[in-house]
């Protein structure tokens, strides 16, 4: 097959199992072409496909495998990008109704929104921060299209990075008076802590993880841009939804935001 109709073809098979609600086996073995690179243009063609037909719009981006627990729990060593569009996110304090997912999991991560744009390729920590205008306290629930959510890195790059919905808490702050690496985060699911961890569990600083995005964007002539909502990476492996489940994450000196999911 040639490069257009593999980059069509997955992007299609993808698109259908989100809607079907139907897991795919792994690309890689039917297509052993599909490397990083490639994977990145079907993930393009994917959301191409997904705001025309559901008619949405892009709101930003966000990290996935960012965290030794994540990368430790799916096998894969590397960071990975998506996109949000304005269609995943939810708002809190709405049941959320488990029936769109295959096999969703919830991730407690740190949403960044920018006032500036980030062009790489040597952004850092502090370009970051000087960037920012607010962060805030975020669930996202991920949903790999396939099955067993078994991949491999470029499988999960052209499906998004397993993105599906995300929930960001109502209070804003200003990320001057924090420091994001030392924040601790309590998460929980039905009243009982199911992670700690800090900030740091995200590359060594939430912030390192937009640095290398935006570096990483470079590559393919983009950067992020003023208004966009980045999630930086689940700070802790994710946890399986199940109906009737209700979970929070609490970060120190941002609050909590919480989710409660119905069948
Ligand atoms: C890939 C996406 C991971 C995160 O925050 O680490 C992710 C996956 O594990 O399915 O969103
Ligand atoms: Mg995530």
């Known amino acids: 097959m040639i490069k257009t ?5 997955i992007a299609f098979e993808l698109y259908e199992a989100e ?33 025309k037909e559901e008619n949405t719009k892009r709101v930003g981006r966000k990290l996935g495998l960012t965290s030794k627990a994540k990368q ?4 894969v060593h590397e960071p990975s990008y998506g996109v949000l569009l304005e269609s995943m996110q939810l708002g809190e304090g ?10 969703a999991k919830l991730e407690p991560e740190i949403a960044f929104v920018f006032n500036k744009e980030i062009k790489g390729p040597h952004v850092t920590v502090a370009d970051v921060l000087t960037a920012t205008k607010y962060i805030a306290p975020a669930l996202e629930i991920i949903d790999s299209r396939f099955q067993g959510f078994s991949f491999t890195l470029p499988d999960a790059v052209a499906d998004n990075s ?32 199911v992670a700690t961890g800090a900030g740091a569990a995200v590359m060594g600083h939430p912030a390192r993880a937009i640095a290398w995005l935006a570096n990483r964007l470079y590559k393919v002539g983009q950067s992020i841009q003023p ?4 999630l930086s990476g689940s700070l802790s ?3 399986k939804i199940e109906p009737g489940d209700h979970f929070s994450a609490s970060f120190d000196g941002l609050g909590s935001v919480e989710a409660v999911f119905t069948e």
């Open 162 to 193: 397993s993105s599906s919905r995300y929930i960001i808490g109502e209070r804003f702050y200003s990320p001057e008076n924090f420091d994001l690496k030392l924040m601790g985060m309590v998460y929980k699911q039905n009243g009982e802590v």
């Open 237 to 239: 492996a994710a946890i």
């Open 94 to 103: 709405e049941r959320i109704s488990l029936a769109p997912f295959i096999h």
């Open 72 to 75: 430790e729990m799916m096998g």
């Open 5 to 9: 109709d593999v980059i069509d073809q």
């Open 19 to 51: 809607k079907q609600k139907k897991s795919v086996n792994k690309f890689v073995d039917a297509y052993p072409e599909l490397d990083e690179a490639l994977a990145y243009q079907v993930q393009e063609r994917l959301i191409e496909l997904k705001c």
């Open 227 to 230: 208004g966009e909502v980045v």
